[in-house]
């Protein structure tokens, strides 16, 4: 069984702050994915990364996957409130239909 | 462009009673379906799965059910509803690659009384 492991579970800061967030496995995915889920919503897909060492950047979001695709960061720098949500990683497998889901990361940002 | 719909967003049953939640997608062929529950704040737990008309993958066992009568539409049953079934659910769908990136609807507030 594949397991991802998010940490921290939540995540208080203050605006302006930086933050990395964490996803971790012994398993090796195909690709890692990063989702965002306000409250009441379903999750919006951020970035997908793919290659071992891979960084992407979405405005003030970074995002790293590890050298052997086994782990993922999301590093957000000067944090607003609009950041709020939980985040999720998510793996997929090669040959599978669907994805592992790790149990999320709570980040509040207060003004 | 692709979009997703649930219906519907709120719902409140008693103990016992019947349950249909549908979710439809459109601007897509030949989808997977995916129905999850998530509990608040939490991670989403994988409920059924499926890759074409008729066929379904239950990832746990439980009294829900699901199917997919057309190519496009994903049906959530349960013919007695427990109060364990209260939760936010999320249908969502992915084009069949190895990627696997989900895009998911709005989501069902279940409320069993």
């Known amino acids: 069984t594949q397991l991802l492991e998010q940490s921290p579970q939540f995540l208080s800061i203050q605006e302006g702050e930086n933050l990395t967030v964490y996803c971790n496995s012994s398993?090796?995915?195909?690709?890692l994915q990063w989702y965002r889920q306000e409250p009441g919503e379903g999750p919006v897909l951020l970035v997908t990364v793919v290659t071992g060492g891979e960084v992407k950047k979405l405005k003030r979001l970074t995002f790293q996957f590890g050298d052997a695709r086994k782990d993922s960061s999301l590093h957000i720098t000067a944090a607003q409130p609009g950041d709020t949500g939980l985040y999720l990683c998510a793996g997929a497998s090669s040959g599978y239909s669907t994805l592992t889901f790790g149990k999320g990361t709570m980040l509040l940002v207060s003004p | 462009s692709q979009t997703i719909h649930q219906w519907p967003a709120t719902l409140v049953q008693p103990v016992g009673s019947p349950l249909s939640l549908e979710c439809t997608v459109e601007?897509?062929?030949?989808?997977?379906l995916y129905w999850y529950r998530q509990a608040a704040g939490r991670g989403l737990q994988l409920l059924f799965y499926s890759v074409g008309i008729g066929q379904i993958s239950s990832e746990v066992p439980q009294n829900l059910s699901a199917s997919r009568p057309q190519d496009r539409q994903f049906i959530l049953s349960s013919k007695k509803l427990l109060l364990s079934d209260s939760g936010f659910y999320l249908c969502?769908?992915?084009?069949?690659?190895?990627?696997?990136?989900?895009?998911f609807g709005p989501g069902t507030r279940l409320t069993v009384l």
């Open positions: 969502a769908w992915s084009v069949h690659s190895s990627y696997n990136e989900q895009f």
């Open positions: 601007g897509t062929s030949n989808p997977n």
């Open positions: 398993s090796v995915f195909s690709s």
